[in-house]
């Protein structure tokens, strides 16, 4: 008696996957049978890993071919076990109609710049021509108001399709929502977190924010319950860690990095951009003092494999024309605006890359707009 292939098959389908409810046919379990005269190898894949369900379903297999097929067969199982990973509960927030790419700057520390870079990133963007906003989510330390000149501005309520909106306050051709509007210069925020998670998100959801390329959204130092509500609140695309080159800002720039990365949130880390990089003094234009150590967030981007975006010098003019409302990088032809281009080049990129749902056409508008002539 001659050992059929379709005979083997045939008897297969007596016994149950483990785990499946359906026979080892049905659930595609048995990739391949080979039949040498009397001599049968059959391999099997199962989504069980435990070595009974394994021994369980190579001893099934060897009685039933026995027992239906032939006798006297010789019999070898292969049984790998292949376990699909089901798909992460991601806390991924609802999308706001009009804008096409949320782009979180986080830092770990306090004190390191996030909202300088935030501001003239946002200004750089501008000038290559897209739509931009700025959420100014640094509920106890808002600033953006005061960096865009506009601090004794209110946003007016306007009706929007029979509901009432806030419209952002622009300046300088973007568009921006901070709690600084709504709170006196001496006045301290003292909320716990559910308060001020209502707040963002209402700045969120009840503004007109209208048609955006990018809203950057500054988030305050650290890790906590405002950065969990901005990630359960909005589909963020990518996020840009914010550090200056010491070990101390750096250690906490590393837990921002790994705050974005959990299963939970899973957001793309875009890369970090080093504040603060170095010092040269007007009399000595060659010279670079690297008062907080040298490549700090390089090697941090490295360790942690994400991109290096770009380093900002540590220059006293950054300083002035954020504090006189009018960031650095609007200035034109200078080695600073320069600095900000590379790093939002870099950042937009990034962006490109990583978000697969952008159509086509977006990434080239994007990519001719921005002149990152290395996206692939």
């Not at 909005?234 to 720039?253: E, M, Y």
Request: glycine fraction near 8%; hydrophobic fraction near 40%; charge should be positive.
């Amino acid at each position: 008696m001659n050992i059929l292939k379709k005979d083997i098959l045939k008897a297969l389908k007596l016994i149950t996957a483990p785990g499946e409810g359906k026979s080892l046919v049905e659930s595609n379990s048995v990739k391949n049978i080979v039949v040498f005269d009397k001599e049968v190898i059959v391999d099997i894949e199962i989504g069980n890993p435990t070595l009974q369900a394994k021994k369980r379903v190579e001893v099934d297999i060897m009685k039933i071919i026995h027992e239906h097929v032939h006798p006297k067969a010789d019999i070898k199982v292969n049984v790998k076990a292949v376990v699909v990973e089901k798909p992460t509960n991601q806390i991924k927030g609802k999308e706001i109609p009009g804008i096409k790419n949320i782009i979180a700057v986080a830092s770990g520390k306090g004190g390191v710049g996030k909202s300088t870079i935030t501001s003239n990133i946002a200004v750089t963007l501008a000038k290559m021509g897209f739509k931009v906003g700025i959420l100014d989510a640094d509920i106890y330390g808002p600033s953006m108001h005061l960096m865009f000149d506009v601090a004794n501005e209110k946003p007016r309520s306007i009706n929007v399709n029979g509901q009432s909106k806030m419209k952002p306050i622009e300046n300088y051709g973007i568009k921006i929502l901070s709690l600084g509007f709504f709170t006196q210069p001496n006045q301290a925020v003292i909320w716990r977190g559910p308060m001020a998670s209502k707040a963002l998100k209402q700045m969120i959801f009840d503004a007109d924010w209208g048609e955006l390329d990018f809203l950057l959204v500054d988030l305050p130092p650290g890790t906590g319950d405002v950065h969990l509500s901005i990630v359960q609140s909005l589909p963020i695309t990518g996020a840009v860690i914010v550090s200056t080159p010491q070990n101390i800002a750096l250690a906490d720039a590393r837990k921002g990095v790994a705050m974005f990365k959990q299963e939970s949130i899973n957001v793309p880390v875009l890369g970090i951009v080093e504040n603060m990089s170095y010092f040269t003094p007007d009399e000595l234009p060659n010279n670079k003092y690297y008062i907080f150590g040298k490549d700090g967030a390089k090697n941090l981007a490295k360790d942690v494999e994400t991109r290096f975006l770009g380093e900002v010098p540590l220059v006293q003019s950054i300083r002035e024309a954020g504090d006189f409302g009018s960031p650095v990088a609007l200035q034109e032809d200078t080695i600073l605006e320069e600095f900000f281009k590379n790093i939002t080049k870099n950042i937009v990129s990034e962006l490109v890359k990583r978000n697969k749902n952008l159509p086509p056409t977006e990434i080239v508008r994007i990519t001719t707009m921005s002149g990152c002539s290395t996206v692939k």
